[in-house]
């Protein structure tokens, strides 16, 4: 995860190698990767944040992988903008696991009909995406996706942040998505608890 990045973390994390990389803004993502998009050729962005139906063409044109498609609202302006574009997006469906009211993501109850109405509008739906309860413990939350996941035949996980990547692995995670683990302490002001 490269959002709230200095230029020179990507530029150094880029030459180690690593080439997937997540962000949660499409305006901040825009800034920091289209002109690296060019000079790398096989990058794979991937938005990681809440989208507003009104941003999604820009989302579409610079991210690979869209992990956030949470209401069927979304799902059909995807699929609009993907008609314009002529381009097919790879998305994640995003499952609330915790049913927390603030947080984005479709109910898990909901979700199977969510994949169904995105396979229906012709989006390559790839696998699923969660980001449990911070007060919670993650092992169930993970457990639960990878449920939804295997009775839609979908393979793709992306679950696990730098506090619990290592039990999302051992519960089956594809996809983890680490930022202060690689980067270092977040950017946020002195103030702020170190753990
Ligand atoms: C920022 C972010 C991450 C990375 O969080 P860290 O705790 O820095 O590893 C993972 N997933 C999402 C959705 C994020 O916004």
Same mark, same amino acid.
């Given at each position: 995860?490269?959002?709230?990045?200095?230029?020179?973390?990507?530029?150094?994390?880029?030459?180690?190698?690593?080439?997937?990389f997540?962000e949660?803004?499409?305006?901040?993502?825009?800034a920091?990767?289209?002109?690296?998009?060019?000079?790398?050729?096989d990058?794979?962005?991937?938005?990681?944040?809440?989208?507003?139906?009104n941003?999604?063409?820009?989302?579409?044109?610079?991210?690979?992988?869209?992990?956030?498609?949470d209401? =069927?609202r979304? *799902?059909? @302006? !995807?699929?609009?903008? +993907?008609?314009?574009? %002529?381009? &097919?997006?790879?998305? /994640?469906?995003?499952?609330?696991?915790?049913?927390?009211p603030?947080?984005?993501?479709?109910? =898990?109850?909901? *979700?199977? @009909? !969510?994949?169904?109405? +995105?396979?229906?509008? %012709?989006? &390559?739906?790839?696998? /699923?995406?969660?980001?449990?309860?911070?007060d919670?413990?993650?092992?169930?939350?993970?457990?639960?996706?990878?449920?939804? @996941?295997?009775?839609?035949?979908?393979?793709?996980?992306?679950?696990?942040?730098?506090?619990?990547?290592?039990?999302?692995?051992?519960?089956?995670?594809?996809?983890?998505?680490?930022?202060?683990?690689?980067?270092?302490?977040?950017?946020?002001?002195?103030?702020?608890?170190?753990?």
């Amino acid at each position: 995860m490269t959002k709230t990045q200095p230029p020179e973390a990507i530029d150094a994390i880029l030459a180690a190698g690593q080439r997937v990389f997540g962000e949660n803004r499409v305006q901040e993502a825009q800034a920091r990767w289209a002109g690296r998009r060019a000079a790398v050729a096989d990058l794979e962005l991937r938005l990681i944040g809440p989208l507003q139906t009104n941003k999604v063409p820009d989302a579409l044109a610079l991210f690979d992988v869209i992990e956030t498609l949470d209401r =069927p609202r979304l *799902a059909e @302006a !995807l699929a609009i903008a +993907a008609g314009k574009a %002529g381009k &097919t997006p790879r998305v /994640l469906v995003q499952v609330n696991t915790g049913a927390e009211p603030q947080k984005a993501g479709v109910l =898990p109850e909901e *979700a199977d @009909a !969510l994949i169904a109405l +995105a396979r229906s509008l %012709g989006l &390559t739906v790839e696998g /699923l995406m969660c980001i449990p309860p911070v007060d919670d413990a993650p092992d169930h939350h993970f457990v639960l996706l990878g449920d939804i @996941a295997r009775r839609n035949g979908l393979d793709v996980l992306s679950m696990g942040m730098s506090g619990d990547y290592e039990t999302a692995i051992r519960l089956g995670a594809t996809h983890v998505r680490v930022g202060w683990a690689l980067f270092g302490e977040r950017n946020t002001p002195q103030t702020a608890s170190i753990d």
